[in-house]
């Protein structure tokens, strides 16, 4: 079974701008979680989808959207970059139970200049 | 305030060594994970555990419901296990992360 993927691996935006990063899930899996890791804050939970609907969202300004797909694919977009939004993003996905096992993709390293 | 609290921090150990780790977290929970990052971010999920204890191979995780502690034990640590090791929990709809620990064992 391929594992999660998410593209693309490295980005390098300029504040302003906005981007938009992918995650295709494990075969099966049906909920996708986003995490924002930093230096500083170390990794936060951004938002999970399962099946299409945003089911959980953390503490991150509106900036911060996903969606997800029929496939279960999903996005999330960054609008009106900011330094501080500089860090790895990661994808996780599961079956869509509470406590089931998440697997994690290899991430995507956005630098804001 | 965080709610998921590790120790130590950083972790330089000689191989053979075993190791411990600690997670004490402040909200009720249903069951604890246990991450492993190895340089360059890829994430493993190691362990999910709810009550008691669990093993996998030289890893063993342990946790204690009642006292809000979870541990993570290396047995014979190799250079191989040098990675960040994180705990979460997930109380309800969001996940809180400790900080990690930052392993380094030595040849």
């Known amino acids: 079974k391929a594992g999660v993927t998410q593209t693309p691996r490295y980005l390098i935006k300029t504040r302003g701008q906005q981007v938009t990063l992918s995650c295709s899930p494990i075969s099966g899996h049906r909920s996708v979680s986003w995490y924002q890791q930093t230096p500083g804050q170390g990794l936060q939970f951004l938002f999970e989808?399962?099946?299409?609907?945003?089911?959980n969202k953390g503490n991150f300004p509106g900036r911060f959207s996903g969606r997800q797909f029929s496939n279960s694919r999903s996005e999330m977009n960054v609008s009106t970059l900011e330094l501080g939004d500089s860090a790895l993003y990661l994808c996780?996905?599961?079956?869509?139970?509470?406590?089931?096992?998440?697997?994690f993709g290899p991430g995507t390293r956005l630098t804001v200049l | 305030k965080n709610e998921v609290e590790q120790s130590p921090q950083n972790l330089t150990a000689q191989e053979g060594e075993f190791i411990t780790i600690n997670c004490s977290y402040s909200v009720g929970i249903s069951a604890l994970h246990w991450l492993q990052q190895h340089p360059g971010g890829g994430i493993v999920s190691l362990f999910m555990?709810?009550?008691g204890k669990k093993k996998h191979g030289r890893l063993i995780a342990t946790i204690n419901i009642q006292e809000k502690h979870s541990s993570l034990h290396i047995t014979a640590s190799h250079p191989r296990d040098s990675a960040v090791y994180i705990c979460?929990?997930?109380?309800?709809?969001?996940?809180?992360f400790g900080t990690g620990t930052s392993l380094t064992v030595i040849p």
């Open positions: 996780a996905s599961s079956l869509g139970q509470p406590n089931n096992e998440q697997f």
């Open positions: 555990l709810s009550s």
């Open positions: 979460a929990v997930r109380p309800g709809n969001q996940f809180y």
């Open positions: 989808y399962f099946s299409e609907t945003q089911r």
